[in-house]
């Protein structure tokens, strides 16, 4: 809501017993609520394995608030209706940071019938919707920068050694289904973490804003082992952040964007808060600076590596950044 300028408050979210999802006016309270039938989000979500699924149902019905299409009308009507939510959600999406092929997936599974549009014609509203706001924000289709594939300041370390500090990603970029890692030996293993106004950087270039990470969770070795956190960073669509060539820092073998705590050699009971994580400044991941004219959207997950073997992951955590 706070994407398309409506605040945060007056739509209450409620789960019910309702056919998908609807928009609906309480006639005695006058709140306006968004119900949702918690089977029928799952499996859409399951059938189109996307992150944006929730999302792209909510921001749907947060537009039929806002363009008043609660009264009952005739089916011609209610399907124009339709399409304009569509693109509304198209729209939000691009500003929450969904590529254009992300958005189009989640509407080839919305819903068709008599008082619904095609399947072709929601997800033709919901491109234009994307479109419409890509064009707005001074969106370039010519430049890679939302796949985090450009970036436009090194760290200036020029005798740094080239080469990763960090042990490969695994497969699949961020997994938003993964749960709290239950692998055997980790247990309540989490991660948050803070803006700082000032963070070091790695290879002398001058401080500046970045992300810090805090780790917590009980890892139990049955002998002396090399440990090591390392955060991989993606975008929501689950594309990888790639380094700047430049960049000999903050990187992954596989040259995906990365940060990470020293490995250290432990041995029985370990408490993973004790791992220091390197912060990383906003530059290192790659994206475009905009004189902090633009907020990104950005997917942290922590891996816990022993003897250079993944253990377990954290929950992916979904930051904003102005950059």
Excluded at 95 to 116: D, K, M, N, P
């Amino acid at each position: 809501m706070r994407t398309v300028e409506l605040g945060t408050s007056g739509i209450v979210l409620k789960a019910a017993d309702v056919e998908n999802a609807a928009a609906y006016l309480d006639p005695l309270s006058r709140q306006r609520l968004i119900l949702y039938n918690e089977d029928f989000v799952r499996n859409l979500e399951e059938r189109s394995k996307s992150f944006w699924t929730a999302r792209a149902i909510l921001a749907h019905e947060v537009a039929h608030h806002a363009n008043g299409h609660l009264e009952l009308i005739d089916p011609e009507r209610r399907k124009q209706q339709e399409l304009e939510a569509d693109k509304f959600a198209g729209a939000v999406l691009f500003r929450l940071g969904a590529t254009e092929e992300a958005a189009v997936a989640v509407f080839q599974g919305f819903r068709e019938g008599e008082s619904y549009p095609r399947s072709q014609a929601r997800v033709a509203a919901a491109k234009s919707g994307w479109w419409s706001a890509a064009e707005q924000s001074g969106y370039d289709p010519s430049s890679p920068s939302r796949a985090g594939r450009v970036g436009t300041e090194a760290d200036g370390s020029g005798d740094s050694p080239t080469g990763s500090w960090i042990a490969d990603a695994p497969d699949g970029g961020a997994d938003f289904d993964s749960k709290r890692a239950s692998v055997s030996g980790v247990s309540s293993f989490d991660v948050t973490y803070e803006h700082r106004p000032t963070v070091p950087h790695y290879g002398g270039a001058a401080s500046g804003p970045g992300l810090q990470f805090f780790a917590s969770g009980r890892l139990t070795l049955n002998r002396a082992s090399t440990v090591q956190l390392v955060v991989y960073f993606s975008f929501p669509d689950g594309s990888w952040l790639f380094a700047n060539p430049q960049e000999s820092h903050y990187r992954a073998v596989g040259d995906q964007i990365a940060t990470g705590s020293d490995s250290i050699v432990l041995e029985g009971f370990a408490d993973l808060s004790s791992l220091f994580i390197k912060p990383i400044p906003y530059y290192a991941l790659n994206l475009v600076p905009t004189s902090y004219n633009t907020t990104y959207w950005v997917v942290a997950q922590t891996t816990v590596l022993v003897d250079g073997v993944a253990m377990g992951q954290s929950q992916p955590i979904q930051i904003s950044l102005l950059w």
